[in-house]
Nanobody, 123 residues
Framework: QVQLVESGGGSVQAGGSLRLSCAAS????????VGWFRQAPGKEREFVAG????????YYADSVKGRFTISRDNAKNTVYLQMSSLKPEDTAVYYC????????????????WGQGTQVTVSS
């Protein structure tokens, strides 16, 4: 198991930026693919972005493509989500999750989750 802790959430106006961090501890983080998910009130948890264990491949939901960038620093056991041009519809609790194989867009495929960090975008 790997333990995950998100940080960097907050409140921002539309058009602004935030960078989320996902810090890992426990098993070697470099063995895991990591996904960012989000869940807005009354909605299902949805895939936002993912990165392979090596960092060589990244994946994005269409709704964030071109605005969000996922990256990782395995030496620091941390994955980042740089969010730019934020919109009110990006408002949600953001979670990072890790799994031992490839990136998957289904939340049920991940065994390890952080506690989440709130992102609020006002118009």
């Amino acid at each position: 198991q790997v333990q995950l802790v998100e940080s960097g959430g907050g409140s921002v106006q539309a058009g602004g930026s935030l960078r989320l961090s996902c810090a890992a501890s426990g098993r070697p983080f470099s063995n895991y693919a990591v996904g960012w998910f989000r869940q807005a009130p009354g909605k299902e948890r949805e895939f936002v972005a993912g990165i392979a264990w090596s960092g060589g491949r990244t994946y994005y939901a269409d709704s964030v493509k071109g605005r969000f960038t996922i990256s990782r620093d395995n030496a620091k056991n941390t994955v980042y989500l740089q969010m730019s041009s934020l919109k009110p519809e990006d408002t949600a609790v953001y979670y990072c999750a890790a799994r031992a194989y490839n990136v998957d867009t289904s939340p049920g495929s991940y065994d390890n989750w952080g506690q989440g960090t709130q992102v609020t975008v006002s118009s």
